[in-house]
């Protein structure tokens, strides 16, 4: 369609002419290929009809078969004519069939017709397959007066319920009604095809509910037959009684029931000049005829004359490489009674500029994901260096489920996206939101941990992950400072459940969680205190709710479904804002008015489902509302300004682009030769009402499907004027399709890797490259002033301030003041060794850059498990297992092994405690801390405390003490290291200097716990007779653990270690060289840590999560 400049200044060429000076006698069948002017040409025939030869407007109207088009071309007409008008100048036959109905309606005294959508008759069909499902599971006579439908072979009962088996009826359905097929004559026809009998069942019950439900109801084609039989027999038709002209755009898309609307008129007398192409359907699969498009008087041939053929000759949409290409196309489709279009030739001779890419170029990646990223590639050339608009630019694909990930790949990309594609409400998460609320408020659902997770990442509350997580640690340290042991999202749905008045679901008898307000109260970050205060709003929201529901019964069946909706939607309070944001531009107004566009179907499903079931509960309505996937028809507008449209080849009917990009060309995916109506054969049944041999072989079947998908291709690549890249993946998975391969030029054969000056055409792609040329090149004034002006606009990395490796040294002093008598400088043996390892290691890891692991949640739960003394292992096995419960998992999967792996650690523990016993062993202490106090004397002085916790002290039968450290791992030292292991050496020192503390008393806990193994009595200081370390994920041939044992210190060996203690603690607060050896004021001046580069950061076997920061050149060097 042409859009541009006034269409009173365009100069037709010799062929649009020739249509203009047709006699006014004759019907006219006009042919054009893509881009030769059909449109204009309509345009201007309006015109000319109404500026020079005096028609009333009233006396002409334009047909296009899809709305968006019918709307473009109202826009078009009305600047051409610029002249008031009494109605819409361009229809779609289901608008002139609802007016020519619902006003011969009103002459009868009869109701307004209703549409019915497609949401409407898949909720209807669900209904009625339910309903025989059920009626197959009752036996006896008593089966609720349902007699099961009999399906013949290949239909079986586990595919009957199946949403695939719903669109196939749907799509008989269309086809029943496009061709006026009723019930009866499709069981006459089931001869032919068995399951038409079990379909013409099934549609007898589908008529009479709509009938029942709502009596003025009419489908798409039901509307149009309605109106053509109107159009018969009327003697009059209101607003249309003095049409003369009736202009028909794109034909080719017309189904039977538009087909007979143009036929309806023209026997009134109404002159119609139709406007196609044959070769570029992209409804086949629906039912679109593009034979119309040569002579749309079908199978009514012998009561009107023929139209007079008139082609186009010139093509102005693109140069001769695009022209050549789109013919290339269409010579592979099966002629339809016309071939002289084809042979049109570009009115352009002038090709794109030698630095951009050719007109015509394909590009193939390894992935879908590398796909979308040499697609934005290829947009962003073309917009930053060749002034191409975002909105003069598409992505075309064939599949509508793929527009949704092209979009978001793409917006990753920073290349601004839209589409006129909605997604099934079911499907939008405002929509979800608003359900699931519902369905907790009114008891239908119980309140659960997921549900809190997927109401919070909703729009409607917009908690991320981070926020919620941090209200569950919040929750789970209160639980721990009251002496309980409950999980997080127990405690979650518990606070939740509070604020909301719902029944909970834990044990009444539990002390109660930490409240909304408490958390409040005791600060935390600022995302924190706003995601705790929206989960507070979301348990008064469920309160005020479910308070309306009880005081209309409390009952779910005394308040109506939609009733339920409405009431959630109104607390949520967030109407206003987003009528607002809607109204808006940009990515942002057309998020928000998708979701308005959903919330509102909801909303009318609910209401259509109460009329219907008055009786029914929300329950009902979720059950049935969860199976749908319809997308309801819309009215609101979307905008795409300034924004790549991304969308099916049936949404861009009519329009054009400079830049057009048809993507997923994979075999297999397009052209998709799948018989679509190969389980009921709704292809089948229009074939047989309107003449054609169905008997013909599969070959030939797939033939046409290949002719219809070139037709929808030829769409696709015919809607740009100066740019066309095809794009597949090309994989071990998926290879590119005979379509893709219909191009011979290449764009970037390297696209798979990003080039640099394509990486340039991004704000951190140009930021990288201006930071790497500083690298290569040297320091260049330009580049410097480049990052400068980057760095104003706030593009991420261009500041230097945010480099790393570029700042000096915070402080050159020590973490503690080694010379002050009152400071102590804590030292635990379990660090002496990470610290040696690589001090600048253990320094990130030691403040703030550890953090918890799996194994070490693990590690904890066994060594409790040691800790207290149980009757037998099945005892101590639960108590592991009811620790797990504070554990996060992110798969079921993954909870399943780990409770695998905490059931063997504690088997393997209590064989290893069963064995001591039996070797006369027993118990002296366990989880036992010490303390010894380590004293450096010098020019300067500093106390050092070695801090610890033993896990098992023992006695043997030969009455010598042996300490025990227990290790979940499977890394075990080796036994020439043990030696030297510093944690074994500190429990020795430990037990002989006397440090060992008595056992603690706990304080009461919520949750009661075994007695303790340890009791409690002292233990003098003693000379260790062996210390080992007991793995329990080692098994070996003889027993259920491996150890590694250090034998006892003697006086040098103590004392070495007392030495190894001073100089590691003076190494840990950066003063890593002994103070005798350096000056108080060297010392306390350039405190620092060292790190072990070839031995610990860059080995193999070696580095922790700070060596992959510091020994990275761009850091360090």
């Not at 799509?171 to 019930?183: F, Q, R």
């Not at 930021?767 to 002033?785: F, H, N, Q």
Request: proline share 5%; glycine share 8%.
């Amino acid at each position: 369609m042409t859009s541009g400049p006034a269409l009173d200044a365009l100069i037709l060429d010799a062929t649009q002419r020739a249509v203009l000076d047709a006699g006014a006698e004759s019907h006219l069948s006009v042919v054009g290929a893509p881009g030769s002017g059909k449109t204009t040409t309509l345009v201007e025939l309006l015109a000319e009809r109404v500026l020079r030869d005096g028609l009333a407007t009233t006396e002409v109207l334009a047909l296009t078969p899809d709305r968006r088009s019918a709307a473009r071309l109202r826009e078009v007409i009305g600047e051409r004519l610029a002249v008031s008008t009494p109605g819409a100048m361009a229809r779609t036959p289901e608008s002139v069939a609802f007016e020519i109905v619902r006003a011969d309606r009103a002459r009868q005294g009869m109701q307004a017709p209703q549409l019915f959508t497609g949401a409407d008759e898949d909720t209807i069909l669900a209904e009625l397959i339910q309903s025989d499902l059920e009626a197959r599971a009752v036996e006896g006579p008593e089966q609720l007066n349902a007699t099961p439908i009999d399906w013949a072979p290949p239909v079986t009962l586990e595919a009957i319920g199946l949403r695939g088996f719903r669109a196939e009826i749907r799509d008989l359905l269309a086809a029943m009604s496009e061709y006026d097929v009723t019930p009866e004559r499709l069981e006459e026809l089931a001869h032919l095809r068995p399951v038409w009998s079990g379909a013409a069942a099934l549609a007898r019950q589908f008529r009479e509910s709509v009938a029942q439900a709502k009596p003025n109801a009419f489908d798409t084609p039901g509307i149009v037959l309605e109106a053509v039989s109107i159009v018969h027999s009327a003697t009059r038709l209101d607003s249309f009684s003095r049409l003369k002209l009736l202009l028909v755009d794109d034909v080719h898309e017309f189904t039977e029931s538009g087909r007979r609307l143009l036929v309806a008129f023209a026997l009134r007398g109404v002159r119609v000049v139709s406007f196609g192409d044959p070769d570029i359907t992209t409804g086949g699969f629906r039912g679109s005829r593009p034979e119309l498009a040569v002579d749309w008087r079908g199978e009514t041939r012998g009561a009107l004359e023929e139209p007079r053929r008139l082609v186009l000759g010139t093509v102005h949409r693109g140069g001769a490489e695009l022209r050549a290409f789109v013919r290339g196309v269409t010579d592979g489709i099966g002629v339809q009674r016309e071939l002289r279009h084809r042979a049109a030739e570009s009115a352009h001779a002038g090709s794109p500029p030698a630095s951009a890419p050719p007109a015509v170029a394909r590009f193939s990646a390894s992935s879908s994901a590398a796909e979308c990223r040499g697609i934005a590639d290829y947009l962003r050339e073309l917009h930053l260096l060749h002034d191409v608009p975002w909105d003069e630019m598409a992505v075309i694909t064939r599949r509508g489920g793929s527009i949704e990930s092209i979009r978001r790949q793409l917006a990753k990309l920073e290349v601004p996206t839209s589409s006129s594609q909605a997604l099934p409400a079911a499907r939008d998460k405002a929509v979800q939101a608003v359900v699931k609320l519902a369905a907790i408020a009114s008891g239908a659902e119980e309140l659960t941990p997921e549900a809190i997770a997927e109401l919070a990442a909703s729009p409607v509350f917009a908690i991320d992950p981070v926020q919620l997580r941090r209200v569950r640690r919040a929750l789970r340290l209160d639980e721990i400072a009251a002496g309980g042991n409950r999980a997080a999202d127990e405690l979650l749905v518990e606070a939740v459940s509070r604020v909301a008045g719902l029944r909970l679901l834990t044990d009444p008898d539990a002390p109660a969680s930490a409240t909304f307000e408490r958390l409040l109260a005791t600060g935390g970050s600022a995302s924190g205190r706003s995601a705790t205060k929206t989960l507070q709003q979301l348990g008064s929201l469920l309160r005020a709710v479910a308070g309306e529901i009880d005081a209309a019964g409390g009952q779910q069946r005394s308040i109506a479904a939609d009733e339920v909706l409405y009431a959630v939607w109104e607390r949520l309070g967030v109407a206003k804002t987003w009528r607002e944001a809607a109204l808006g531009s940009g990515p942002r107004a057309e998020q928000m008015g998708a979701h308005l566009d959903a919330l509102v179907t909801l909303f009318d499903v609910g209401k259509r489902f109460v009329e219907r079931q008055p009786d029914a509960s929300i329950h009902d309505f979720l059950v049935q509302w969860s199976g749908s996937e319809v997308t309801a028809d819309s009215l609101a507008g979307r905008t795409n300004g300034g924004t790549v449209t991304v969308t099916t080849p049936a949404a861009v009917l009519g329009r054009q682009f400079r830049v057009v990009v048809v993507a997923g060309l994979s075999d297999g995916v397009w052209p998709n030769l799948r018989l679509r109506d190969s389980l009921l054969g709704a292809g089948q049944l229009a074939e047989l009402e309107r003449g054609i041999d169905t008997t013909r072989d599969l070959v030939d079947r797939r033939l046409e499907v290949l002719y219809d998908e070139r037709r929808m291709f030829a769409q696709a690549v015919s809607r740009s004027s100066e740019w066309l890249l095809l794009t597949a993946e090309e994989s071990e998975d998926s290879a590119p399709s005979p379509f893709f391969l219909l191009s011979s030029r290449t764009w970037n054969d390297s696209a798979s890797e990003v080039s640099e000056a394509q990486a340039a055409l991004t704000l951190r792609g140009l930021v990288g490259e201006l930071r790497r040329a500083g690298i290569v090149r040297g320091v260049d004034p330009s580049d410097a002033a480049g990052l400068a002006r980057l760095a104003q606009e706030d593009v991420p990395g261009a500041d230097p301030a945010e480099w790393y490796g570029l700042g000096g040294p915070t402080t050159g002093r020590p973490l503690h003041d080694p010379g002050d008598p009152s400071a102590s400088i804590p030292v635990s043996p379990s660090n002496i060794e990470s610290f040696e390892d690589c001090g600048v290691n253990w320094f990130v890891s030691s403040h703030g850059g550890g953090s918890t692991s799996e194994s070490m949640n693990i590690g904890n739960i066994v060594h409790a498990a040691a800790e207290f003394d149980f009757p037998d292992l099945e005892a101590r096995t639960a108590f592991a297992q009811a620790r797990l419960r504070s554990n996060d998992f992110e798969a079921p999967w993954q909870e399943t092994a780990v409770r695998a792996k905490v059931d063997e650690l504690v088997r393997n523990l209590s064989a290893y405690l069963h064995r001591v016993t039996l070797d006369g062993g027993a118990l002296l202490g366990a989880e036992r801390a010490f303390t010894v106090e380590v004293r450096v004397e010098g020019e300067e002085s500093a106390k050092i405390t070695l801090r610890g916790k033993i896990d098992r002290i023992e006695s043997t039968a030969a009455g010598s003490i042996d300490v025990v450290d227990f290790k979940t791992g499977k890394s075990m030292p080796s036994s020439d290291s043990m030696a030297t292991n510093a944690q074994l050496a500190a429990y020795q020192l430990a037990l002989s200097t006397g440090a060992v503390s008595d056992p603690v008393d706990r304080p009461v806990q919520a949750v009661e716990l075994p007695p303790r193994s340890d009791r409690g009595e002292t233990i003098p200081p003693a000379q260790v007779h062996e210390a080992k370390l007991v793995f329990l994920a080692k098994p070996t041939t003889k027993q259920e653990w491996s150890e590694r044992t250090q034998h006892p210190f003697d006086e040098t060996a103590t004392s070495e270690f007392f030495e190894r203690v001073r100089n590691v603690a003076l190494g840990m607060i950066g003063i890593p060289e002994p103070l005798d050896q350096r000056s108080p004021t060297d010392a306390l001046a350039s405190a620092h840590y060292q790190a072990h580069l070839e031995s610990h950061c860059l080995g193999s076997f070696g580095g922790g999560r700070a060596c992959a920061l510091h020994a990275a050149p761009e850091v360090t060097e």
